[in-house]
């Protein structure tokens, strides 16, 4: 199940979620196309989500977010579900990004992450999508994330093991990271279109 759990980071190019991009009246798949233009994973990620889901048996991640979702709505502050129930969630809900991440080099077989090509794909964003993204704002995001769950989640502690507590632990920072992350890449996304397309064109209706 670890390899499900690493999938969790660096998922930038999957973050196309549910709600509508910043104002644009644009897609999540459209501005994300828009921001991996010209990099090495606007020619990977269509690769990768053909072996992931072409198959018509596989289940897409809407089937497996549906699933997901059931159990995230019994959740509260007074629950602490079963280690085995957390883990199953993990897998269920991030298998697809896993795949993924393999498929475009990001991850290995044993749910390792291959830095050399995931810095290599990065730096091949342009600049103005890179100016965005900062290793400090994402470990000042998943430092308030921890920090937050562990005084929401304080009574849980004593209801698993020690060895379940440091997996949870991993899992735990993994997700809040993946959540930064992609969350930091709409942002830097956003503003990019905004400079590169929107400001000049309202500045060529006034020109």
Excluded at 188 to 202: D, M, N, Q, R
Aim: proline letters at 1%.
């Amino acid at each position: 199940m670890k390899a499900f759990i690493i999938a969790l980071i660096f998922a930038s190019a999957l973050a196309y979620e549910e709600e509508e991009d910043g104002g644009y009246c644009l897609s999540h798949e459209a501005t994300g196309a828009i921001c991996l233009q010209g990099s090495t994973l606007a020619d990977k990620l269509p690769q990768a989500f053909y072996a992931c889901f072409s198959d018509s048996n596989r289940r897409g991640k809407g089937g497996k977010r549906g699933k997901g979702g059931k159990k995230g709505g019994k959740q509260g502050a007074d629950t602490c579900h079963s280690f085995d129930d957390i883990m199953q969630w993990v897998e269920e809900e991030f298998t697809d990004d896993g795949c993924v991440l393999k498929q475009i080099g990001w991850m290995d077989d044993e749910g390792n992450f291959m830095h050399n090509i995931i810095g290599a794909d990065l730096a091949s964003l342009a600049d103005g999508v890179q100016a965005g993204l900062s290793e400090q704002g994402v470990a000042d995001c998943v430092a308030d994330k921890m920090a937050a769950g562990a005084e929401k989640y304080a009574h849980c502690e004593g209801a698993y093991t020690e060895e379940e507590g440091a997996i949870l632990m991993d899992v735990f920072t993994k997700i809040a990271e993946y959540k930064c992350f992609t969350g930091q890449f709409k942002e830097a996304c956003a503003t990019f279109i905004e400079a590169e397309y929107v400001e000049p064109l309202i500045m060529s209706l006034y020109a």
